[in-house]
């Protein structure tokens, strides 16, 4: 079965990895600077123009598109209307609790329901999908498969890679603020400051690097040399796709102390609120506890491919 996955962003990986366990293929379609709001109707059109083209040259059988933005979902839907085929929505929280997409949550429902299925990271977002009238699947776990790349420079002393995308639910001016307190720690913060939609502590103290934008094999190299991976979120009910990266290497995690993420990171992490005190905290005990957190990551993680084993499987079945 001929199956594409498109998602509207310049770069997912969840999309990649689950295109690829599916044997499918991942389209990123993108135009313009990523999260600036006024060049959204602009950027829709093109991509929207560009999806069509893609969608009427390859002729899929199964169409699996990522909301938001549920644009995409909508033109997908119209185009399995007129060519007879199906479709399956991966849909990220934004759609849920996301004010810059709630107000579309009447179109959400519309095309939920004539989807296939959608899949949704835990069982809080299942159930709001399936009171909507339409069919849903968890799909928490979709594995992580890094280029094969030796690990960054870093030099000497204890590094703690700040995964971060500068949204809204990034508590950034708490983990910087934390940094203070580590002036022993180095930490890197990843994402591009361009894209920011919050203004953060500025000037940064001297134990804190800004990434800036990274390629696969750059991002591999520094996760792959970090002694800790933090990944954090003000959100309930938001999985950690940097969570997962971490999980991917073996590497220790500091995540959000949220039920979801305390049941899908249950070994080799440390689970902490959004608050100064509390992270620079997780940070002192992910120095002392690094070995140990490290080998229960690993253990986390074969558990882990075994579920997803499962879903997929349940997946392909549903699809065919």
């Given at each position: ?160 890679v700040?995964?971060?995308t ?5 508590p ?55 002694d ?10 938001t ?20 039920e979801l ?52 499987q ?7």
């Open positions: 079965m001929r199956t594409l996955f498109i998602t509207w962003y310049p770069s997912c990986r969840r999309s990649d990895a689950l295109a690829k366990a599916l044997g499918g293929v991942s389209h990123l379609i993108h135009h313009f600077t990523f999260k600036q709001p006024l060049q959204a109707p602009f950027k829709y059109i093109l991509q929207a123009r560009d999806t069509v083209r893609l969608l009427r040259k390859d002729k899929p059988q199964l169409i699996l598109v990522a909301t938001p933005p549920v644009f995409a979902v909508l033109l997908v839907w119209l185009y399995c209307c007129i060519y007879r085929t199906r479709f399956i929505i991966d849909a990220h929280t934004g759609i849920f609790d996301d004010p810059r997409w709630m107000w579309l949550k009447p179109l959400s429902r519309f095309v939920a329901r004539r989807a296939v299925t959608t899949i949704v990271t835990n069982s809080f977002l299942q159930r709001e999908v399936e009171s909507w009238g339409a069919k849903a699947m968890i799909i928490g776990d979709v594995p992580v498969d890094f280029p094969k790349v030796e690990p960054a420079a870093l030099g000497p002393g204890f590094h703690v700040v995964i971060n500068f949204s809204q639910d990034e950034l001016n708490e983990i910087l603020a934390a940094t203070k307190e580590l002036p022993d720690v180095q930490f890197h913060v990843t994402g591009n400051p361009k894209h920011s939609r919050i203004q953060y502590l500025e000037p940064l103290p001297a134990n804190v690097r800004l990434t800036g934008w990274l390629t696969d094999d750059e991002y591999a190299a520094l996760l792959r040399a970090a800790t991976v933090m990944c954090l979120t003000t959100h309930d009910h999985m950690q796709r940097g969570a997962y990266e971490a999980m991917a290497l073996d590497k220790p995690l500091i995540t959000s102390n949220w993420l305390r049941k899908t990171f249950y070994n080799g992490t440390i689970h902490v609120d959004a608050s100064v005190k509390d992270i620079a905290r997780a940070v002192n005990q992910a120095r002392r506890e690094r070995d140990g957190l490290a080998r229960g990551m690993q253990q986390l993680r074969r558990e882990r491919l075994d579920i997803f084993a499962t879903k997929l349940a997946l392909r079945k549903i699809s065919t």
